[in-house]
């Protein structure tokens, strides 16, 4: 089958088998313009020219967790430590609104501090002070407790599967299952949250099957937005001598899950501009229509190390809105206006 006969399927069927979307992750030369700039195509029919931005909050660095690929890891002692106080977090939020964020996205390691009481006051205390969307970024927790969050006033939830392959997911999680991972991803859809997900795009010993697989596990879990990005190897992990994931890979997965879910929220990653400096803007090319710029104080951003060289990390969040909207303009596209609810969302709740 040709590349261009399974582009012309996916845009009809939104729907692949693993070997055609082995063969669009593969694509090379003329039949990869075409992937893109058709993906580009279906971003701009089902989504429009918008680009949303999502205000990143990330109040604490502690986690409980012990994943290999990540440098807040219970185990990395060189870590530095740090929880936002709740009026602290609210103070940031009603900043964010002021620079013309309209959706927050509050991320944390697994922290267990943040008790479900401490989590739902701070939700409450968000939004009745401001008019915003609320992104929870936190990681498993009990059925009850999302469904606390849900009643406390969150909108959206984000959590990522990072791969599919249930080996490579034992080896890089100790102590964690992939099973419970699904678990709680499927209780957090059924609580009628907004549901993020995605995977990391270069795990040693990832393969272009696994690859495959995560954008049918996405598609499966019907998600409304969908983060991916490349893996960069973080010196004081055990994966510190591994190679970084592929911006290439990155970019195709992108658009390959804009055509099997046309109205998704996608982002163009912190990771992806990182690993290549018009990575934000490649991506937003190629399908995506999200952008995720930090609005924290310098003193934390400078903390929240899930990887090295992070971009931006040095500027405030004032400049970054600036610099994030010249982007966008640069491209013909435009900031969204509104909380840029998951079109697929709101599809679906209407149906």
Known sequence: MKVRDIIEKACHENILTKDEIKLLLMAEGEDKNLLFKTADMVRKEHVGDEVFLRGLIEFSSYCKNDCFYCGLRKSNSQAQRYRMQEDEIVEVVKSAYQMGYRTVVLQSGEDMFYTKDRM???????????DVAITLSIGERSYDEYKAFKDAGADRFLM???TSNEKLYRQYHPGMSFEKRIECLKWIKSLGYELGTGFLIGLPGQTIDDLAQDILLVKELDADMIGIGPFIPH???PLKDAKEGSVDLTLKSIAILRLLIPDANIPATTALGTLDPLGRQKGLMCGANIVMPNVNDLKYKLKYELYPGKICINEDATKCRGC???????????VGQGKGQSRHYKRAAAS
């Open 160 to 162: 990522r599967f990072e």
């Open 235 to 237: 010196p004081q992990t």
């Open 324 to 334: 994030i909207e010249s982007i966008i303009v640069s491209l013909g596209r435009k």
């Open 120 to 130: 739902c006051s701070i939700i409450k205390k968000i939004k009745q002070n401001v």
